[in-house]
């Protein structure tokens, strides 16, 4: 695929010609077939094979982004997250639509917390297919790109980020101790796995005494 002897929308050969070709067992060939999958290398089409999706390294620069909440109550601020409800729903018009599913989905509601008192509220919205569980520790402690990774089998590629201001309803104002129809900050994203699929959508409703920071590092 570097080399350009398999371009973009070429179908690679069979795990059986694989395997009389570098003369190595099926396992091995469908680990690497696997990995180059997860790395956005091959998709798989079911019923038609195994495709090259990207013959050749993005060209560009490469940034790592980081989204941060910083409160600001000054030092020697203790802050926590918590799981608040986890479920099985069934997806509104919008998840569908962000998600490309008409499935069942898992729903994780988290709060934020500084010094016990509330300051955002966020929603994660993942397919079952990912196979993906969470616990309330992974959710206290582990960043849901990680958990994607790690317990779902999927590489994060890409993420899209969005950000709008939008006045409270009920139910998040009674969350964040605040008051329905105040304006708050919502900062919504969806994450794309290798292959080009949509995998999880989070949205983060951030209340007061909170700003934002992103962080851009240039990937050597």
Not at 98 to 110: G, K, Q
Request: proline share 4%.
């Amino acid at each position: 695929m570097e080399n350009g002897e398999w371009p973009a929308g070429t179908q690679i050969p069979t795990e059986d010609d694989l395997c009389k070709t570098y003369d190595v067992s099926k396992v091995t060939v469908r680990e690497a077939i696997q990995e180059l999958v997860r790395e956005g290398y091959l998709r798989r089409q079911q019923g038609k094979g195994t495709f090259v999706l990207y013959s050749v390294p993005h060209l560009g620069l490469s940034m790592r982004t980081r989204l941060t909440d910083v409160v600001q109550y000054g030092e020697g601020v203790t802050v926590r997250k918590e799981a608040l409800e986890k479920k099985v729903i069934k997806p509104s018009e919008e998840i569908k639509a962000i998600l490309s599913t008409e499935e069942d989905i898992h729903y994780v509601l988290s709060g934020k917390y500084a010094d016990g008192k509330p300051y955002a509220i966020e929603e994660l919205f993942f397919p079952i297919f990912t196979l993906l569980t969470v616990n309330d520790e992974d959710i206290r402690n582990k960043s849901f790109p990680d958990l994607i990774e790690e317990k779902g089998g999927k590489k994060i590629s890409r993420v899209v980020q969005t950000f709008e201001v939008d006045v409270l309803k009920q139910a998040y104002a009674l969350r964040l101790a605040m008051t329905e129809g105040s304006p708050a900050l919502i900062v919504g994203r969806i994450f794309f796995s290798s292959d080009g699929s949509p995998v999880a959508y989070s949205k983060c409703i951030l209340g007061k005494n909170v700003r934002v920071r992103i962080d851009f590092d240039k990937i050597k």
